[in-house]
């Protein structure tokens, strides 16, 4: 017997053919959404970790490619928010590389105008201090030359007064003394200026910056060492203070290192008070001697 044709479809064949266009319509639909995650992710991802022209040049920098941070630190535009740290780190890297070609006026020009904010600035001030160090010591080896030449005139002069007894030349020769004296107290005034300078810096710095500056409180104190050395007999106390404020200056920051401490502890405090008793000692020694 033919089936009618106008005959409801059974309901399994209903449930069959809906399952089918179910399937037909995922076919397509779960790629594009898989597609469509997957171009999301992407997006997002070389959205975060495409670099600024600022963060690569901060790459550069730490890695010291100097020429290609400059180019990247030199695109930041005058409206982002990196500007003024871009031109900072400009400034740092201009005053490091004519720091390094002995360019010292120029270079002082450039590490001065770092920002105190810049993670750098402490690197830059560590740079300027030791070009004033620098200099400072270029004028103590002039003025320790002067002197040099200022006391053999005096023992050629004592030598012509032992030739000619008759001539009254004593007073003379106490007068180039006492003046060789005076040139002597008035170089130590600036030594231990500087020297103290440094020693305040070096007392309120981090650990790792406080290893830098009794560095060069110690070249300070080898040049003083060469320049009192053949000194005459009326420097011999302001010598000797001299020294010993110095050592004990040095050895109070040694101590702060070797504890791991940026300011005074228990240990360390006795030290600083006996330098701070030398220092007004000789300060007021110098000053009315």
Same mark, same amino acid.
């Given at each position: ?51 600024? #022209? /600022?963060?690569? @040049? $901060?790459?550069?920098? %730490?890695?010291?490619? &100097? ?7 030199? =695109? +930041? ?13 400009? #400034? /740092?890297?201009? @005053? $490091?590389?004519?720091? %390094?070609?002995?360019? &010292? ?7 001065? =105008? +770092? ?35 200022? =006391? ?138």
């Amino acid at each position: 017997m033919e089936e009618n044709r106008n005959s409801p479809k059974p309901p399994y064949r209903e449930i069959n053919e809906e399952n089918d266009n179910y399937r037909e319509k995922n076919k397509l639909t779960i790629p594009l959404v898989i597609a469509g995650v997957v171009l999301l992710l992407l997006i997002m991802y070389f959205a975060m970790s495409g670099d600024s #022209n /600022y963060d690569r @040049g $901060l790459k550069y920098l %730490k890695q010291q490619q &100097y020429t290609e941070a400059l180019v990247e630190f030199q =695109k +930041v535009d005058t409206d982002e928010k990196e500007f003024r740290m871009a031109q900072s780190k400009i #400034n /740092y890297i201009n @005053g $490091l590389l004519t720091y %390094k070609e002995g360019n &010292y006026p120029q270079s002082k020009l450039y590490l001065t =105008k +770092v920002e105190p904010s810049d993670e750098y600035y402490r690197e830059a001030r560590l740079m300027i201090d030791k070009m004033d160090l620098a200099s400072k010591q270029g004028n103590l080896e002039l003025l320790t030359e002067q002197l040099k030449q200022d =006391k053999d005139t005096v023992i050629i002069k004592e030598r012509v007064i032992e030739k000619q007894p008759d001539k009254v030349g004593g007073a003379e020769t106490r007068t180039d003394d006492t003046e060789s004296i005076r040139k002597y107290r008035t170089a130590l005034e600036s030594i231990s200026g500087k020297f103290e300078a440094l020693y305040q810096t070096a007392k309120s710095a981090s650990v790792p910056v406080k290893k830098e500056y009794v560095t060069d409180m110690d070249s300070l104190y080898s040049e003083f060492q060469k320049f009192t050395s053949g000194q005459s007999s009326g420097t011999t106390e302001l010598r000797q203070l001299a020294n010993s404020w110095m050592q004990k200056r040095m050895s109070h920051i040694n101590r702060l290192i070797a504890e791991n401490s940026v300011s005074d502890t228990k240990s360390t405090m006795a030290l600083k008070e006996e330098g701070d008793k030398d220092y007004r000692l000789l300060q007021s020694m110098i000053r009315n001697n």
